[in-house]
């Protein structure tokens, strides 16, 4: 089986491991908790903001935060708070703008995995030992690895400014009456009981029309997962038996029996289309090993 060291799966990323005294780099994990929110004031616009919220971040640090998150600090769950050692990052990398030093990539990621193994939190770094795994693969004279499985490809973000509106002033005394009629709630014309209760019904069931979606992506990639699983296991010569990821359910069909299609029809709003079962002509046969 395969195996390697720290070092080669930094090298497979592209760093180097560092011994930790070296002053022109810097690391969030230098404190036992995550640092106070209240420090990351300058990381915000003027206003009444939320420190440790993603809102309101000015505009480099909204486009570094996802970035963080997207790279080098990937997370699951709520990603409208900066919580965990991304707030550190976010805080050293303001501190140590202009000055020259970077970050210790290798530092960050061993403290991660860590906490992955020890405080039982999501692993979410699983591209990463891919990538090393392909790697030392093909080193080993086993050929290329990413030919006898198939891949799912992700569309890349595109990390644009946002367009958001500024925070809340600051509450003041001197207000004037103009000012506070210019706050007040002004509702559009054609805001009836009726006109409101229909927009929300509309926002629920498309809102349900995407879970139903995203359930079947979820459905289809562990099918997928499973059938890479054995494709290598079949590669090292461990017997496996093959099961129902061979054949996957087309979408259209799998929303038809778990999307509630008559809700839509009967109120009248856009939802899943409705199609028939489709026959086993229709159905495409499911690729073999060798495809």
């Known amino acids: 089986m395969l195996h390697g060291t720290w070092d080669q799966f930094a090298a497979c990323l592209g760093y180097l491991v560092l011994s930790g005294n070296e002053e022109e780099y810097f690391r969030a994990h230098y404190t036992p908790k995550p640092i106070d929110k209240a420090l990351f004031a300058d990381l915000y616009l003027e206003g009444e903001v ?37 707030g550190n990052l976010l805080y050293l990398t303001h501190q140590n703008r202009d000055t020259g030093r970077q970050l210790d990539v290798m530092d960050f990621l061993w403290n991660e995995f860590w906490s992955c193994i ?8 699983a591209p990463y030992f891919m990538f090393c795994i392909c790697s030392r693969w093909e080193n080993a004279g086993y050929g290329k690895l990413t030919d006898d499985v198939t891949l799912l490809p992700h569309k890349p973000n595109d990390l644009k400014v946002k367009n958001h509106s500024l925070p809340p002033r600051l509450p003041r005394d001197d207000y004037s009456a103009e000012e506070d009629s210019d706050m007040e709630y002004v509702p559009p014309a054609d805001s009836g009981w009726f006109a409101r209760i229909e927009a929300k019904l ?11 979606r995203r359930q079947y992506q979820a459905h289809r ?12 296991m079949r590669k ?13 359910t087309p979408e259209e069909e799998w929303l038809s029996k778990h999307g509630n299609v008559t809700e839509f029809e009967q109120l009248g709003l856009p939802g899943p289309s409705r199609r028939q079962r ?11 090993e060798d495809n």
């Open 236 to 248: 090292l010569d461990i017997p496996v038996e093959s099961g129902s990821e061979e054949v996957i």
């Open 50 to 86: 939320v420190y440790g919220s993603q809102k309101f971040l000015r505009p480099v640090y909204d486009i570094l935060l996802r970035i963080y998150r997207e790279v080098l600090n990937p997370k699951v769950g709520c990603v409208d708070q900066i919580y965990g050692y991304l």
């Open 221 to 232: 990639e562990r099918k997928m997962g499973r059938r890479n699983t054995k494709l290598i």
């Open 202 to 212: 509309a926002k629920m069931f498309c809102l349900k029309s995407d879970i139903n």
């Open 118 to 125: 020890i405080s039982r939190k999501a692993p979410v770094f």
């Open 278 to 288: 489709p026959t086993s002509d229709e159905v495409e046969p499911a690729e073999s």
